[in-house]
Structure formats: structure tokens, C-alpha cells
């Protein structure tokens, strides 16, 4: 590569970390206007216009806020978790398309920053990383709350983490490619969310426990645990924190949008030379969506209990991921093997295992009292599977 | 030296130094980090060879969750921590086994990929394609054996740990 390449790289790194900077400080802002409607509430209102600095505002204050390290903290354990707790979001965010090309000084440079073969894998890779950063806030803090919340969060987001991938597993049997830019051209006609939708439900469920969003947010229930894993930071490694929390959940949405919904294809209303500024706008408002519906989501439901969220994840969460595998699986093969013939096999085979499924399921759905857990929690109306 | 030797030298030297840094740390959790690192060199040294797939699964599955997996079990147990209670008299033991693991692993290796042969790998590429082909059609019966004894050593473990009553 010669310099002016090393150059636009450069540029292109650039773009995209402080793009992802000025993005979270929206999405933040967005979160907390669209709570405050929810609640009748006016939310942030005098920073900048409507209160669109708040964040800034915020992260100024946290940046000249007093540093207080707690005497029993593993130091350096306790100085590097906030930093493995931002990265990973910034990391996977590196094989997402946001776009389509620019042709700039005869160069054409793609809208992506890297197009691995592996994307998918990439993904998960970087969001198992982003267990770190809570575990190791947790435990060298030297205090009870926050390990209970690393404690909590690890064994949660191992289990969530394992029905995300189900769901990406699905959509890589049905599209045939770990490729990003691929899997968008796999969705030239219908968007994967239309044949994928259980897949697409069981990612953003797994996504928001990954995320430690509520209503999963069990690592920092403040009515039990304090604020859980951060309780000790403060200042500018707490405000990494809430930075890493809400870029992880940015790049979340841009993964379902690239995975389900057609990533940045939309309908064309630009042409010629600025004929990238469309998919650009429709991958951003895309995000935009699937961020409103997450705060939707956050802002109606109460958080979980912990026991039934580890019940829902294994239980209902795991199964059902499996069960959607193996059809996705039947879907993708039969066809293959048997021409259209193989289309109605599966077909046929879908529904006969529906209508069994719903034929036996309520002979598992209530437990006899006898069986309840010896902890002695009311287990009757547990989770069904 | 080629750019790719030189990063081979890099990752080999902070990898067996992290190495050594896991059995010889005061503290069993920064040992767990330091096996991170290992892990991550290791991975690295995949991406070197070419093995983007198994380097990044490497990354997923080791990094990713079973070391999240001993910190959750340092956490959860209250395992002593610190060195004292750590400490035991078999270390003779353990550096010959350990020596001993390694001479057989370099034996092994040496017959089974003679240095000579290094050539016979440069075109190499294990794409994800490759990998699935060897794994699910020339290798079928190894890895079957491979997850069926995970599924027992599973089973053992919530057998092992679950106490039933005796009604």
C-alpha cells in the first residue's frame, strides 16, 4: 500500500470511531427523551437544543470528576476492566457494511472497514470479549456488591450468549456465508427477518442480556446490588463504562440490521454522484429503529427475576434456537438433496412436528408440586417450555 | 526474516512468557489472565498460518468462555485467592510431567510434520469450507467420539454437583 492508501485508512478508522462516538451520544440522549415521554417526564432539556448535549455535558463532568480506587482493588486488574469493557463494542463494529462504495481520488472505498470471511464469527468472538470487562470490574474491585454482580453477569451472558448463537448459526445455514457483504446480497429480495423471524426474536432477546440491558440487567440491579460491577468506579473509568454499555448496544443494532434486515438496502432516493448517501440513510435510520424498539423495551418491562432468567435462557431461550437449527437445517438441505419435491418434504415435515409439538407440550407445561426446587422459591408459575 | 517470522517470534516469545507467568503468579486470577494472553498468542499464531477460522474459534470458544468459565468458578466456590493457601510440595512433580509433555508433543510432532515439509503448507488455506468437509465428512468418527465424551463428562458434572432428596 502506498501512502495516500495508508491515508484513507487511516481517514476510514477515523470516520468510523468518532462516528460510533457521536452516534452513542445521540442514542443516549434519544434513550432518556423517549423514557421521559414514556413516564411524563421532560427528560434533559437545557444542554444544547432540547437537551441534545446532555451527554457531552455529562461526560465532561464524569472526565473532571475524582478518580477513587478503593484500598482493597486489585490495581491493575482494576485500571484495564473499564478499557476491556469499551473495546469489544468498538471492535465488532469494524465488519459491519454501512453502506455501499465512494469512488474518491480514482479509489473505490467500501463503506466497511473490514469485509473478513468470517464476519459472523468475528461478532461472536468480540462480544464473548465483552464478558471481561464486568467479571474483571467485578472481582478487583474488592467488594461484595460488585462481585456479585460479575458473578451474575458472567454466568448470564455465557447462557444468553449461546442463544445468540443459534440465531446466527440459523441465519448463516439459510444465507451459506459468514461473509457480511455477502449475507447483504443475500438479501437482494426478501430481508432475513421475514423467513428468520424466530431466529431474528431469539438474537434481540439474547442481544439486550448481552448488552446488560435492562430488563437484564441483573449485573447492576440497583435495588440489590448498588449499582453491581461498576459500584466502585467513578469518574472517567466509570463514564468507559456507560460508554462501552451503549457503543455495545449500537453495534448490537447494527448487527441485527445487517443480519435481518437487509443491512443498508433501502429504496434509492439519491442518484449520481452522492448516490451513497441513500443506503447510508437507511442503515442509520434502520438503527434507529431497532434502538427505539430496545428502549421500548427497556422502558415497559420490570427487570427479571434471576432465577427466571436463568430458567428462560436455558429452558426456552437454548431449546428453542436448537429446534429452529434443525428446521432451518431441513429447509436449507431438503430442497438441495430433492429439487422442488424436497420443497414439500420439508414442508410437510414443519408442520407435522408443529402440530406434535403442540399435541405434547402441555403434557410438560405444569410441574407437580412435589418437584419444586428445594430452595423453596414458589415454583408454580414457572417458565414454560 | 520475513514480516510473518518476525511476528511469529513476537507472539511465540509473549506467549511462552505469559506462559510461565500462568503457573509462577501470586494470585490464581491474574494466573487466569495471563492463560488469556497464551490463548490469544495461540490464536494469533492460527491468523499467521492462514487459519482465520480456527484462529477466531480459538478466540471465541477458549478466550471467550472457558476462562470466563474459571473465573466464574473462582468466583462462585470463594477458592482461596491469594499464594499462601495455593501452594502445595508437588511442584518437582509437576515441572517433570510437564517436561515430559512437551518432549512427547515435540517427538510427535517432529514425525508427523517433518521441518523439511514446511514448504508442503505455504498454499495452504483452511477456509471455513475446508474445515466443515474435514471435520463432518473425513473426520466424522473422531469428532463424534470427541462429543460424546464431552456429553459424559457433563453429565458427570451435574450428577457430581446436583443433591437430591431423598424423597
Redesign the interface.
Known amino acids: 500500500m502506498d501512502w495516500v492508501g495508508w491515508a484513507i485508512l487511516v481517514v476510514r478508522v477515523a470516520i468510523v470511531f468518532f462516528g460510533l462516538l457521536i452516534s452513542v451520544m445521540l442514542y443516549i440522549w434519544m434513550e432518556r427523551k423517549v423514557i421521559a415521554d414514556m413516564q411524563t417526564r421532560v427528560g434533559p432539556l437545557r444542554a444544547g437544543p432540547r437537551g441534545v448535549l446532555i451527554t457531552l455535558a455529562d461526560g465532561i463532568k464524569l472526565f473532571f470528576k475524582e478518580g477513587i480506587t478503593p484500598t482493597a482493588a486489585?490495581h491493575p486488574?482494576y485500571a484495564v476492566a473499564p478499557i476491556l469493557a469499551m473495546f469489544p463494542g468498538f471492535l465488532a463494529f469494524c465488519v459491519i457494511p454501512f453502506g455501499t462504495s465512494v469512488t474518491l481520488f480514482g479509489r473505490e472505498i467500501p463503506f466497511q472497514l473490514a469485509d473478513?470471511?468470517?464476519g459472523i464469527?468475528?461478532i461472536?468472538?468480540m462480544t464473548?470479549?465483552s464478558?471481561?470487562g464486568v467479571?474483571?470490574a467485578?472481582?478487583s474491585s474488592g467488594s461484595n456488591y460488585p462481585?456479585l454482580g460479575?458473578?451474575r453477569s458472567?454466568?448470564q451472558?455465557?447462557s444468553y450468549?449461546v442463544g445468540m448463537g443459534l440465531a446466527l448459526v440459523a441465519v448463516l445455514m439459510y444465507s451459506g456465508t459468514?461473509r457480511m457483504s455477502e449475507l447483504i446480497a443475500a438479501q437482494d429480495t426478501v430481508w432475513n427477518v421475514i423467513p428468520q423471524f424466530p431466529a431474528f426474536v431469539v438474537f434481540l432477546i439474547g442481544a439486550i442480556a448481552e448488552t446488560n440491558r435492562p430488563p437484564f440487567d441483573l449485573a447492576e440491579a440497583e435495588s440489590e446490588l448498588v449499582a453491581g460491577f461498576h459500584t466502585e468506579y467513578s469518574g472517567i473509568k466509570f463514564a468507559m463504562f456507560y460508554l462501552g454499555e451503549y457503543v455495545s448496544t449500537v453495534t448490537v443494532a447494527a448487527v441485527a440490521v445487517t443480519l435481518f434486515l437487509g443491512g443498508w438496502r433501502g429504496w434509492w432516493p439519491f442518484d449520481g454522484a452522492v448516490a451513497w448517501i441513500g443506503p447510508l440513510l437507511w442503515f442509520v435510520l434502520k438503527i434507529t429503529a431497532v434502538i427505539y424498539v430496545l428502549i421500548l423495551v427497556r422502558a415497559t418491562l420490570p427487570r427479571m427475576r434471576y432465577d427466571r432468567l436463568m430458567n428462560f435462557g436455558w429452558k426456552v431461550l437454548i431449546p428453542f434456537g436448537l429446534v429452529w437449527v434443525m428446521i432451518t437445517g431441513v429447509v436449507v438441505v431438503l430442497p438441495q438433496e430433492y429439487g422442488n419435491r424436497g420443497r414439500y418434504i420439508a414442508g410437510a415435515v414443519i408442520v407435522g412436528a408443529a402440530a406434535l409439538a403442540t399435541l405434547v407440550a402441555p403434557l410438560f407445561s405444569h410441574r407437580p408440586a412435589?418437584e419444586a426446587e428445594?430452595g423453596g422459591q414458589p415454583e408454580g408459575r414457572e417458565v414454560r417450555a | 526474516m520475513s514480516a510473518q517470522e518476525y511476528a511469529f517470534t513476537v507472539l511465540a516469545v509473549v506467549g511462552g512468557l505469559s506462559a510461565i507467568a500462568v503457573v509462577t503468579a501470586r494470585n490464581v486470577v491474574h494466573a487466569a489472565l495471563y492463560l488469556v494472553v497464551t490463548l490469544l498468542s495461540v490464536g494469533g499464531v492460527y491468523l499467521l498460518l492462514g487459519a482465520e477460522f480456527v484462529a477466531w474459534v480459538q478466540i471465541l470458544i477458549y478466550v471467550g468462555a472457558i476462562v470466563i468459565l474459571f473465573l466464574f468458578g473462582l468466583m462462585l466456590t470463594k477458592a482461596p485467592i491469594g499464594r499462601d493457601t495455593l501452594d502445595n510440595q508437588q511442584r518437582w512433580l509437576g515441572a517433570l510431567v510437564g517436561v515430559g509433555v512437551f518432549a512427547g508433543l515435540v517427538f510427535l510432532i517432529q514425525e508427523a510434520f517433518p521441518v523439511q515439509d514446511a514448504e508442503r503448507f505455504e498454499t495452504f488455506h483452511a477456509t471455513t469450507d475446508a474445515v466443515g468437509e474435514s471435520i463432518f465428512r473425513n473426520y466424522v468418527l473422531p469428532f463424534e467420539a470427541v462429543s460424546f465424551l464431552l456429553l459424559a463428562a457433563l453429565i458427570g458434572a451435574i450428577v457430581l454437583a446436583r443433591k437430591d432428596d431423598a424423597s
Open positions: 486489585d486488574v473478513l470471511n468470517i464469527l468475528w461472536l468472538a464473548s470479549l464478558v471481561y467479571v474483571l467485578g472481582w462481585l460479575a458473578v458472567s454466568a451472558m455465557i450468549e459468514l412435589s428445594p
